[in-house]
């Protein structure tokens, strides 16, 4: 009962700090490999930990950032010119009017309540807005939360440090809690992680930054937005086409001619295959 309790306010204690602890030991498993070639070079295990981390903080975390308030600059532009065409009668704009074939969709189409525009864009002035709401509250968050990524970074500065003790303990313990695990079973815990991380996480991410330079390129009006998009739909078989064949379609009715080819081309090209690089 008593060591229960112990660990019940442990726990308590302990829970606000869990999960920048977390963040912490995924970022210290995927950068390990990395860290320890550099700590074999410099033989200088605190420096080469601290420089490390000054890293990890440039290059994830001032970027995720920056991402997060764009994502929300654009859902926010995104919402305001929703409600801008609603409150002007939302009508159709001159490219769509002036096309037979696209109107003829409209008038087929149009009387299903999923496919008219105007539920659609009701949909985005509804939840668009709260979305870009949270979006810059978890950028303000990331930028204004000192205490959990200064707790972040001494966690995975700690874990550089004694990574392998940890790993060691991880070992004896194993058996206590796991008797059936197999002898190396931590490391293809480890080792499996990293897999997924970079087989899943990593290219979802390299297919969204591509896409997004190909649309700020072509001019699209929210590249941020649709990159974030794309990196989600690259979960999904081919699920990047989803994003910027319809991109690529609305610049080439819009008459933008050249950036729709350049746009279908480096998404087919490039976009689309990243996943086959690794």
């Known amino acids: 009962g008593l060591a229960l309790a112990l660990a019940a306010g442990t726990f308590l204690v302990l829970r606000p700090f869990l999960v920048p602890m977390a963040w912490a030991a995924l970022v210290a498993l995927m950068t390990w490999p990395l860290y320890h070639r550099a700590r074999r070079i410099t033989k200088r295990p605190t420096l080469t930990a601290a420089v490390f981390t000054g890293i990890v903080f440039l290059t994830v975390g001032v970027p995720l950032t920056i991402f997060l308030a764009n994502l929300g600059s654009e859902a926010t532009r995104l919402v305001v010119g929703v409600q801008e065409w609603l409150k002007q009668g939302a009508q159709l ?93 931590v490391e293809r815990v480890g080792t499996s992680i990293r897999a997924v991380v970079f087989g899943l996480l990593g290219t979802a991410l390299v297919q969204g930054t591509l896409a997004g330079i190909g649309f700020a390129v072509a001019g699209v009006g929210v590249p941020v937005a649709l990159g974030a998009l794309t990196a989600l739909c690259s979960f999904l078989p081919v699920g990047t086409v989803l994003v910027w064949i319809p991109a690529a379609a609305w610049l080439a009715v819009s008459g933008e001619t050249l950036p729709a080819i350049g746009l279908a081309l480096w998404g087919g090209l490039v976009v689309s295959t990243a996943d086959n690089w690794r």
Request: glycine residues 8%.
């Open 93 to 185: 704009p001159t490219w769509v009017t002036e096309r037979a074939w696209l109107m003829q969709w409209v008038d087929q189409f149009g009387h299903v309540d999923v496919l008219d525009p105007r539920v659609i864009a009701g949909w985005v002035q509804s939840y668009g807005g709260l979305v870009s709401g949270r979006l810059m509250d978890l950028a303000g968050a990331v930028a204004q939360n000192v205490l959990s990524v200064t707790i972040t970074l001494i966690t995975l500065f700690c874990f550089y440090l004694d990574g392998e003790r940890l790993v060691e303990h991880s070992r004896r313990m194993a058996p206590v809690f796991l008797p059936y695990a197999s002898e190396g079973f």
